[in-house]
């Protein structure tokens, strides 16, 4: 799903930030848990990985699992179900 055999042979320690960002999400969906919590999950992904991040995302949604993203960085909107802004200590919605 996330094509890893690539790296099969290959330590983490050598492993760039992006692809180790995509093998501690690979690591945290084993469990397939109901709510997963992640913090700046596409950090250093290229393109490809971003895209399958968010049908990853979806397939979870549709099997009614929850997914909350921390992160500084919102883009594309649409794709997320509810977004707030945390300032000053407090949350609100946007």
């Known amino acids: 799903m996330l094509g890893f055999s690539t790296w099969a042979e290959t330590r983490v320690d050598e492993l760039s930030g992006g692809t180790r960002s995509k093998l501690n999400l690979g690591l945290a969906l084993l469990p ?4 997963l919590l992640l913090d700046e999950p596409y950090a250093g992904f290229d393109w490809d990985t971003y895209q ?10 549709d099997k009614g699992r929850t997914l909350l993203i ?3 960085f919102i883009n594309d909107d649409v794709r997320f179900d509810r977004i707030y802004d945390l300032r000053d200590g407090t ?4």
């Open 32 to 35: 397939d848990p109901d709510l």
């Open 52 to 61: 399958r991040f968010w049908e990853i995302a979806s397939h979870r949604r």
């Open 70 to 72: 921390v992160s500084h």
């Open 91 to 94: 949350t609100e919605q946007r």
